[in-house]
């Protein structure tokens, strides 16, 4: 009892399923899982070490072969000989012309060669470092793994509040309430369901500055809006926007050949257009992601949405991990909940990020 409390506190309920089941197991089957989910938790611990012990090594290894090239040349004869020689440089005392320069050469090619492994020495501790960095990061993750059923709770509290608050009233004044929850109370949780087990970029993760952060600052996770970018470029979604007929369609408010989109066209269309109207003004990826699930609750296709990306299997071998909720579960609760939304008609605003950019109309007023 006393480690499956353990387990249940540090978070291994999401990597081996309902902890409640445990207690029905038999006695060899509990003691089975207990010593895998120990392992694992003490793999990340066990890696840390060993890695640290081999970087270890390698920096005294070199530490002993700059000090080495620093003592090559200084023994006790040879100074000994430079403080009897004599100072006046004749050619009877002095030394001949071809040995003192081959005496400078090799002083200057030790020095170069000293200068060159403390340089090396430094980079190697720079990776050192950022190395024991991802290494702590990654430990923390997977030490810490994150429950996703809280999110998926508040979620569902959420959209909840936001059906009650619809069906209230339907004036005008409510539109700005309803915007309000959707982009601070549904988009939230939404967002960190579908953060849950995504991969960090490798770009941000291997620089060798970043390690150098003022006041050492954590690299925050990889945001959600990533993973409707990656979904956009693997289905091609420039070559669709870029088509004449999709064109038209936008701007005029036409359907070519009487044809309707799909929910892939559809999540694609609505990329594009956030993307279209947020990047020129340098608008940030919660800004963006904001925008894509309002979208996607004024068409009714936030569930269709997530049911794409669901089965985008490419997708998720590219960017998730697999104890991730995205391959866990395939975000069957949060798209449940979410699909409660598909046949209320909203008609909220996408541009909220963008209403400081704009400039109101000024109406003369004449003069008398």
């Known amino acids: 009892n006393i480690l499956v409390n353990k387990l249940i506190s540090s978070g291994i309920n999401a990597e081996y399923g309902d902890i409640s089941d445990l207690y029905r197991l038999p006695s060899d089957e509990l003691q089975k899982k207990v010593e895998e989910a120990v392992q694992d938790m003490l793999a990340p611990i066990r890696s840390k070490e060993q890695m640290l012990f081999q970087l270890t090594t390698q920096v005294q290894d070199l530490e002993r072969f700059i000090e080495f090239l620093h003592c090559t040349g200084t023994t006790p004869n040879a100074l000994s000989h430079e403080i009897r020689r004599c100072t006046c440089n004749c050619p009877l005392h002095g030394e001949p012309q071809e040995q003192k320069v081959s005496n400078i050469k090799s002083k200057n090619l030790k020095g170069d060669s000293v200068e060159f492994l403390s340089k090396t020495l430094l980079m190697f501790q720079v990776l050192v470092i950022n190395s024991l960095r991802v290494i702590g990061c990654q430990w923390r993750s997977q030490e810490k793994t994150p429950t996703f059923m809280c999110h998926v709770r508040k979620l569902e509290e959420s959209v909840d509040n936001l059906i009650r608050t619809y069906h209230s009233s339907r004036s005008d004044c409510i539109q700005d309430l309803l915007l309000d929850m959707v982009r601070k109370k549904v988009a939230v949780p939404l967002k960190h369901l579908l953060s849950h087990g995504l991969r960090c970029q490798k770009k941000e993760s291997m620089t060798l500055v970043s390690c150098a952060v003022k006041g050492g600052q954590q690299s925050k996770g990889t945001h959600p809006w990533v993973l409707f970018l990656e979904f956009y470029k693997l289905q091609h979604g420039k070559s669709f926007t870029e088509q004449p007929q999709y064109q038209l369609s936008q701007s005029f408010g036409l359907r070519i050949q009487r044809q309707s989109i799909n929910s892939k066209q559809s999540l694609l269309s609505s990329i594009h257009k956030v993307r279209d109207t947020h990047e020129p003004f340098k608008r940030s990826s919660d800004a963006k992601f904001k925008s894509l699930v309002v979208h996607g609750i004024n068409e009714g296709m936030l569930g269709q949405w997530l049911r ?61």
């Open 308 to 368: 794409v990306l669901v089965n985008s299997d490419t997708l998720q071998q590219q960017i998730y991990e697999p104890w991730s909720y995205m391959s866990k579960k395939g975000l069957s609760e949060a798209i449940t909940i979410v699909d409660r939304l598909a046949n209320i008609k909203f008609d909220l605003p996408t541009d909220t990020a963008l209403r400081i950019f704009q400039v109101p109309e000024i109406t003369e007023t004449p003069i008398y």
